[in-house]
């Protein structure tokens, strides 16, 4: 008989758009970046919540009432978590929603909401994901108020995705029969990594059967 190894490694990435340089991968084209005060009196905050700069919708006329803004970003990976800074302050506030899809954005699942005047303030909230939901697009959505003053804001997006990377074999490629003995390396990029594990599946073969175990 002889030996097969199988190698994959799971990891576990944080991505954070501050929006400081440009938006950090997501695809809009009604949200604006900003630095300081929004122009609306009233509405919107003075600042970023962290650096320069952060997103918002500028709801002056003629975007109200009900008109829709929105952002997406695919990351390609499992989403676990996602936290960020809101900014709701206006008396004519309207309804932000954070959505998730699993099938490439074709549809999409609310996965938090508010609405209404929340002061001059920025907020913090994390939104866990249920992993089995395999959501990899998240989605921004603000649909405008009343009148002009409900410009709403975000900042400091953090988004934790966990996948499978593939490892570098030398000597024996992965997924090869060797002998006992033989010598086997794995080498990877940490690329960011905030943590991660490596499960190495030793399968053993004979003519009628392979039996496989893993590490992990």
Same mark, same amino acid.
């Given at each position: 008989f002889a030996f097969m190894v199988i190698a994959t490694m799971g990891m576990v990435q944080a991505?954070?758009? %501050?929006?400081? /340089?440009?938006?950090?991968?997501?695809?809009?084209?009604?949200?604006?970046?900003?630095?300081?005060?929004?122009? !609306? $009196?009233?509405?919107?905050p003075s600042s970023a919540y962290t650096g320069s700069y952060y997103v918002f919708a500028e709801t002056s006329g003629?975007?109200?009432?009900?008109?829709?803004?929105?952002?997406?970003r695919d990351y390609s990976s499992d989403i676990t978590s996602v936290s960020f800074q809101y900014h709701m302050y206006?008396?004519?506030?309207?309804?932000?929603?954070?959505?998730?899809?699993?099938d490439g954005g074709s549809t999409y699942t609310t996965?938090?909401?508010?609405?209404?005047?929340?002061?001059? %303030?920025?907020? /913090?909230?994390?939104?866990?994901?249920?992993?089995s939901n395999e959501y990899q697009v998240l989605k921004f959505n603000? !649909? $405008?108020?009343s009148s002009y003053t409900g410009d709403f804001a975000l900042d400091n997006v953090d988004v934790i995705v966990t996948g499978v990377k593939d490892i570098i074999v030398t000597g024996p490629s992965s997924g090869s029969?060797?002998?006992?003995?033989?010598?086997?390396?794995m080498t990877w990029t940490s690329e960011q990594l905030s943590s991660s594990y490596v499960a190495i599946y030793v399968c053993t073969s004979t003519s009628s059967s392979t039996t496989c175990s893993s590490n992990s």
């Amino acid at each position: 008989f002889a030996f097969m190894v199988i190698a994959t490694m799971g990891m576990v990435q944080a991505d954070v758009s %501050s929006f400081e /340089s440009d938006f950090d991968g997501w695809t809009t084209s009604t949200f604006l970046r900003n630095s300081g005060s929004t122009p !609306t $009196s009233g509405s919107g905050p003075s600042s970023a919540y962290t650096g320069s700069y952060y997103v918002f919708a500028e709801t002056s006329g003629p975007n109200f009432p009900g008109i829709e803004f929105s952002m997406y970003r695919d990351y390609s990976s499992d989403i676990t978590s996602v936290s960020f800074q809101y900014h709701m302050y206006g008396e004519t506030m309207g309804n932000v929603q954070l959505q998730g899809s699993s099938d490439g954005g074709s549809t999409y699942t609310t996965l938090w909401s508010k609405s209404g005047d929340y002061g001059n %303030s920025w907020y /913090s909230t994390t939104v866990p994901l249920d992993s089995s939901n395999e959501y990899q697009v998240l989605k921004f959505n603000y !649909t $405008s108020g009343s009148s002009y003053t409900g410009d709403f804001a975000l900042d400091n997006v953090d988004v934790i995705v966990t996948g499978v990377k593939d490892i570098i074999v030398t000597g024996p490629s992965s997924g090869s029969n060797y002998d006992v003995g033989d010598s086997l390396t794995m080498t990877w990029t940490s690329e960011q990594l905030s943590s991660s594990y490596v499960a190495i599946y030793v399968c053993t073969s004979t003519s009628s059967s392979t039996t496989c175990s893993s590490n992990s």
